[in-house]
């Protein structure tokens, strides 16, 4: 999963964010992968603890972003229902 912070040059606005989940299929089979866009350091923590990111990826996954721009966080499966839930699917 790819959390990328879109307006990480702008250090007085809200921050935004897009997070991309990876395919694990070919993805011709299941066409364009969606973003989901977050606005706000809160709601990206509380998507990010709602998906099980462990508190130590969060913490350092944290750091990342704020240093690059953003982050990828490996090993973070979703099945397809949960992805249509999040509207990533």
Same mark, same amino acid.
């Given at each position: 999963?790819?959390?990328?912070?879109?307006?990480?040059?702008?250090?007085?606005? +809200?921050p935004?964010? +897009?997070? +991309?989940?990876?395919?694990? =299929?070919?993805?011709?089979?299941?066409?364009?992968?969606?973003?989901k866009?977050?606005? @706000?350091?809160?709601d990206?923590?509380?998507?990010? &603890?709602?998906?099980?990111?462990?508190?130590?990826d969060?913490? +350092? @996954?944290? &750091?990342?972003?704020? =240093? &690059?721009?953003?982050? =990828?966080?490996?090993?973070?499966?979703?099945?397809?229902?949960?992805?249509?839930?999040?509207?990533?699917?």
């Open positions: 999963m790819r959390v990328v912070w879109i307006n990480s040059n702008d250090t007085i606005a +809200t935004r964010y +897009t997070v +991309t989940f990876a395919c694990y =299929e070919p993805c011709e089979e299941f066409g364009a992968q969606k973003s866009a977050i606005v @706000g350091e809160a990206l923590l509380r998507f990010l &603890r709602l998906i099980n990111v462990d508190a130590d969060l913490k +350092t @996954g944290s &750091r990342v972003l704020q =240093e &690059r721009g953003y982050v =990828e966080f490996a090993n973070i499966v979703l099945p397809d229902e949960r992805l249509v839930v999040f509207g990533l699917r």
